[in-house]
């Protein structure tokens, strides 16, 4: 990766919400309140603040993929549905700049891509992770589905449940995403594709 596509002195910021990115906050409101619940039910289900859920809403913060896929569950709706622009590609190319380009940060630091969300009929989600060392805030995650991450740069500490393991380059994990799990990234920064499915 061409560390000036996200220069540590010129990253985008959570609040810098581009109309052409994905409306999450706005699809997590319409279909809460199409379910008649509240932030506070949501935030009691997938486990974490009603300030965050309102925070999302209102395009304050990104979430991480992991709280995505509790809301998304919680929501009952697959987590393209959060994320997805228009659902009528049946293929969807993107190239190194745009997915960079693109990059929304999350509220744990983690800068993120979702990958073909324009695309038709999603089974699984894609996304482009980049995160720097020392600017991540430490979280365990746990949700539904399976997961494959695969280091493109970089190397990455990664655990799931009990067992820690040293990610390099080239290297990738499998596991199912409800056992606890959670990366930091070891190098000054690394990038890695994470697919949820």
């Known amino acids: 990766m061409n560390h000036n596509l996200i220069n540590k002195y010129d990253r985008f910021a959570a609040n810098d919400i581009d109309p052409s990115k994905p409306a999450i906050g706005d699809r997590i409101r319409l279909l809460r309140l199409q379910q008649n619940r509240t932030i506070a039910a949501i935030a009691k289900k997938c486990q974490v603040s009603k300030s965050l859920i309102s925070k999302i809403e209102n395009g304050k913060v990104i979430p991480s993929v992991g709280v995505l896929i509790k809301i998304a569950g919680v929501l009952g709706a697959p987590v393209s549905a959060l994320i997805e622009r228009e659902n009528n590609a049946n293929a969807v190319y993107t190239s ?102």
């Open 96 to 197: 190194k700049e745009k997915s960079h380009k693109e990059m929304i940060r999350t509220e744990r630091g983690i800068y993120l891509h979702p990958f073909a969300t324009e695309h038709k009929n999603n089974k699984i989600q894609p996304f482009l992770h980049v995160a720097y060392k020392g600017e991540i805030l430490p979280r365990v995650d746990s949700h539904q589905g399976q997961e494959f991450i695969f280091v493109l740069k970089g190397i990455l500490k990664f655990q799931v449940g009990n067992v820690e393991y040293i990610l390099k380059e080239g290297d990738s994990i499998y596991f199912d995403s409800l056992e606890k799990h959670k990366g930091i990234p070891i190098s000054e920064v690394v990038e890695y594709l994470d697919i949820f499915g």
